[in-house]
């Protein structure tokens, strides 16, 4: 997605898949088509703007922010008019919102890296990606749930035996993520050996700090901006990592997870990015810091932040399910690896961009002291005043409808933070058995051996 042309360009760029024609001819109207006046004014504008096919070309070409890595339940995605239910690896493109419908969850996978997860009743617009020259730059609302925002953090993590407590999307869609099982088989001449203690968990963290190391040597370290919309609060910032409750017609609750909550090594403490929040109000361009593992809440208006004291021991209950994760990590890695070194790269052509890849160059989100900004920066600029109005309005709007709902006597029932969602994903955890693989039990999985078998289940 992009406004101005940015970065000088021989030829007018032909994005991946976009045909020669700029021209949409499945809906084109015969009459005003045919039209000459129609067709002189037209003219009359395009010679006004020499660059008229680039940014219509722009305006066209819908980049993928991401895909879908798995669903538990009912998910969807809602497209223009339309909208399916997404399977693994399914693109996810500017504009796209996504739902968990009743009592299911999601993980989806963004090209820089970034996971995000989404509980029961969630749901969650994905505006636009913008490849960037030093950095990347992500715009997303939550309209409404439980959000758990993950950026791609290049620190290593502590290597823990302890178990995962996201296991209620096992067995993973990625066969590759899966946790390979320490169990031993059953030998009368080794029984020693089962009690023993399983190293499974660990060999995971590891597995996951070597993917790491290795990725690391093509991202190099550029990060990614992430401006994150709430009806009453904007979170933004540089490779955040916040867990977001957004109560739809209420309040807004949000914690900032430090490296040492997200199980980084100590050396990552040192790194730790700091993100901001805007508040509400036609006025109020304030940006104020958030600290770290505190849970903060945000009014209905959107013009007061402070320390959240209520619901704390469900929050904190919620938090538990996503406290330690390496197969998701691993998951992230692998997919990481496969998809997104396009948006890491040393030096950048436009045309091959936009030809191979299908997305724009932008510049850089911060300008060089007394040089004149450039189109990223300038679009940050654009949505902080365009999200801070438009969402006050909203407020305002909704705030005028609920009161005369009130006087007529009408019953507003709005939602409410509540164990529906995390209950099924902690229930999971305590009733969970470990993975085991055919050279424990003798027994020869479908999962393990069936290309299509693994096709039908939406494993790869």
Same mark, same amino acid.
């Given at each position: 997605? +992009? @406004? ?15 045909? !020669? ?17 129609? &067709? ?31 669903? @538990? ?8 008019? #339309? ?46 990606? =913008?490849?960037?020259?030093?950095? =990347? ?7 409404? +749930? ?6 791609? =953090? ?33 030998? /009368? ?35 990614? $901006?992430?401006?994150? *919309? ?11 990592? *916040? /867990?977001? *409750? ?26 730790? /990015? ?6 509400? +109000? ?12 505190? &849970?903060?809440? *945000? ?11 209520? =619901?704390? %021991? ?14 998701? !990590? ?8 496969? $998809? ?7 030096? %950048? ?9 299908? $997305? ?59 164990? %529906?969602?995390?209950?099924?994903? !902690?229930?999971?955890?305590? #009733? $969970? ?7 424990e039990t003798g027994e020869v999985l ?12 939406g494993i790869r």
């Amino acid at each position: 997605m +992009g @406004v101005s042309l940015g970065v000088a360009q021989e030829k007018v760029p032909l994005f991946k898949d976009q045909h !020669l024609s700029s021209t949409k001819w499945g809906e084109v109207n015969f009459k005003t088509f045919l039209s000459l006046k129609n &067709w002189k004014d037209e003219s009359d504008i395009r010679d006004q703007v020499p660059e008229w096919e680039t940014i219509v070309r722009e305006r066209n070409n819908r980049e993928i922010i991401g895909r879908f890595f798995q669903c @538990v339940g009912v998910c969807r995605i809602d497209r223009g008019q #339309s909208f399916f239910n997404p399977n693994f690896r399914t693109a996810i493109y500017e504009g796209d919102e996504i739902q968990t419908i009743g009592e299911s969850y999601a993980w989806i996978f963004l090209m820089d890296g970034t996971m995000v997860r989404l509980s029961p009743e969630s749901a969650i617009n994905f505006n636009e990606l =913008n490849i960037g020259v030093k950095e =990347n730059f992500l715009n997303v609302r939550v309209n409404a +749930g439980n959000i758990l925002w993950l950026s791609r =953090n290049e620190s290593s993590f502590e290597e823990l035996n302890i178990r995962e407590t996201d296991i209620l999307f096992n067995p993973l869609a990625l066969y590759e993520a899966q946790p390979v099982s320490d169990k031993k088989p059953y030998l /009368e001449d080794g029984l020693i050996e089962l009690a023993i203690e399983r190293q499974t968990s660990l060999n995971q963290y590891k597995n996951l700090n070597s993917l790491i190391e290795k990725n690391n040597k093509f991202s190099r370290g550029k990060p990614t $901006y992430a401006f994150i *919309v709430m009806p009453n609060v904007t979170i933004m910032g540089y490779n955040p990592s *916040v /867990e977001i *409750v957004s109560i739809l017609g209420g309040k807004t609750f949000f914690k900032k997870r430090s490296p040492a909550t997200l199980g980084l090594k100590k050396e990552a403490n040192d790194k730790e /990015e700091e993100i901001v929040v805007q508040m509400r +109000g036609f006025e109020n361009t304030d940006l104020t810091p958030v600290e770290s593992d505190k &849970w903060l809440v *945000v009014d209905e208006k959107g013009r007061s932040l402070v320390q959240a004291t209520d =619901n704390l %021991y469900w929050f904190t209950m919620g938090e538990f399910i996503t406290k330690r994760i390496p197969s998701i !990590l691993v998951a992230r890695e692998l997919m990481f690896a496969n $998809y997104s070194e396009f948006a890491f790269l040393e030096k %950048y052509n436009p045309t091959i961009l936009a030809g191979k890849n299908g $997305y724009r160059l932008w510049g850089s989100l911060k300008s060089e002291s007394g040089s004149k900004k450039a189109d990223l920066e300038l679009r940050l600029d654009f949505l902080k005043e365009y999200f801070r109005r438009i969402e006050t309005t909203n407020l305002l709007v909704s705030s005028h409808f609920n009161e005369r709902l009130k006087e007529r006597g009408e019953i507003i029932k709005a939602m409410e933070y509540g164990n %529906y969602f995390f209950i099924k994903a !902690l229930d999971k955890y305590y #009733s $969970y058995e470990e993975f085991q693989n055919e050279n424990e039990t003798g027994e020869v999985l479908n999962s393990t051996t069936k290309t299509l078998w693994k096709r039908m289940h939406g494993i790869r």
